[in-house]
């Protein structure tokens, strides 16, 4: 049986130390830096409140998967891929929440942000989440937020691979718009770009509305 918990809760609970080790234990084969962020940074963003990570945890009392849950704005073009109810909604936000708008057609939204979703590649002894138990898990604790404070666009990166835009797409996302990340950080790349180990990394931007 598997059981969700606030990173936050996990703080309060043990010492540092002991949630480090645990953290440790994740691994994420097919993408490194989701791997870094759950050992290095969830902790530190989680007590700045930047986002907060969810851990599930399995009957073996082993890190089977996590995912990770922030407030951000978005820029949002109505003149791009969203119809129908997506971009109803998007409008709605503008106009209720005053959005700053950057052109006629560009509007600045707030949404909820599902940073990070992945489970353990690793060998476990107990039972893993699917991808589709971690976006329920996400919706759940983003229903009860929306329950306290509203809020009803959530949106999400996703990488350049069909497998998982296919994913998403059958979870209700749908693609809005793409950005490029540049390894080995997001800062302005340099003049001299092409004599570093610059890489870039094609994100589809995918939203949706609950």
Known sequence: MLKVMNILDLMEQIPKEALDCFLSSFECKQNRSIEYFLHHSAISSASQKFSITYLVINENQELAGFFTLANKSIYFNCAGRVFGKT??????????QTSAQQDDET?????????????????????????????DYSMQVLGNVQRQIGGGLIFLDCEDEAKLLAFYERHRFMEFGTRLSFSPSE????????????????????????
Do not use: C, D
């Open 87 to 96: 971009l109803r909604r998007v409008k709605q936000f503008r106009m209720k």
């Open 107 to 135: 509007y600045l939204v707030p949404a909820y942000l599902i940073a990070q979703l992945a489970k353990n590649s690793g060998t476990l002894r107990g039972e893993k989440p699917t991808g589709s138990m971690l976006i």
């Open 187 to 210: 800062q302005k790349i340099p003049q001299n770009a092409l004599q570093t180990n610059y890489s870039s990394v094609l994100y589809h931007q995918m939203m949706r509305v609950f």
